[in-house]
């Protein structure tokens, strides 16, 4: 019986370790996310978006999936160049299969604030949702 109860104890402390290592494996891929869209690295992003990725922006009402987000990516590169991208987490926000995150978009004639959560699935972006908070990163 005591060896049944280590057993039990050992397994629901290994699954809390888990829970907690997927949560941050899941949080320190945002960094080379947001890397990766400025300048465009198109192999690093490929690699973060599981196949069926699904990413949605809420302004225009559109979902992409992965081969079309990735596609997408030639006009946000002109966009972006000569900008910058800064983003935090919100860990109130955030869990261990969801990141939330605040990011502050400077292009070279406007700036934009926006709320993004990642979804995961065995470390992989399944699905971004992003919504405009903001015209300028003054509350950033």
Do not use: H
């Amino acid at each position: 019986m005591r060896s049944v109860v280590k057993t039990i104890l050992f397994v629901g402390a290994f699954s809390c370790v888990s829970m907690v290592a997927s949560a941050q494996n899941n949080k320190t891929a945002m960094k080379p996310w947001f890397q990766a869209l400025s300048p465009v690295d198109r192999e690093v992003i490929t690699e973060l978006l599981a196949e069926n990725a699904q990413i949605e922006l809420k302004d225009y009402d559109i979902v992409q999936s992965k081969e079309e987000f990735v596609e997408s990516l030639d006009v946000w590169e002109d966009a972006i160049e000569n900008g910058s991208i800064a983003f935090k987490i919100d860990e109130d926000a955030s869990s261990e299969e969801n990141i939330t995150t605040k990011v502050c978009y400077k292009f070279p004639s406007n700036e934009l604030m926006t709320i993004e959560t990642f979804m995961f699935d065995d470390g992989m972006i399944i699905k971004s949702i992003q919504e405009t908070i903001a015209d300028d990163c003054s509350d950033f």
